[in-house]
């Protein structure tokens, strides 16, 4: 009973409390909505990854191979970056198409609100 009412009597607390605790948010909205920031951060660190990958890489048709192995090799943790950025792909491809079956689902495209906030 004394952490409830602390809760929501101290002023720190009670801005977590509200943000976090007691956020009204409608029942329906589940962890199907969650793929679309997900989305956000597979695109982010695609473009990210992608950019140093390619400072690295040559798309000369001699030396292309070579550029990936000294990528793997050579670069500071670019066997990494190779790895996210090839997953990372796969993982936005899952997500989206996930993303695009819940809003299917709940028939989110008929409402122009929708369309509107992107």
């Not at 390619?54 to 090799?73: E, G, L, N, W």
């Not at 066997?79 to 819940?102: P, T």
């Amino acid at each position: 009973l004394m952490a409830h009412t602390m809760r929501k009597t101290n002023p720190l607390l009670k801005i977590i409390n509200n943000s976090f605790i007691d956020l009204p948010t409608p029942v329906n909205l589940s962890y199907w909505w969650n793929f679309g920031s997900l989305l956000g951060i597979c695109l982010m660190m695609q473009i990210i990854t992608g950019l140093f990958l390619a400072m690295h890489y040559t798309a000369d048709t001699t030396s292309a191979f070579s550029s990936v192995v000294h990528i793997c090799r050579d670069v500071n943790y670019g066997w990494l970056m190779r790895n996210i950025h090839a997953n990372g792909a796969s993982f936005f491809f899952i997500c989206i198409y996930l993303h695009i079956g819940r809003g299917a689902y709940y028939g989110s495209y008929k409402y122009k609100e929708t369309w509107n906030i992107g």
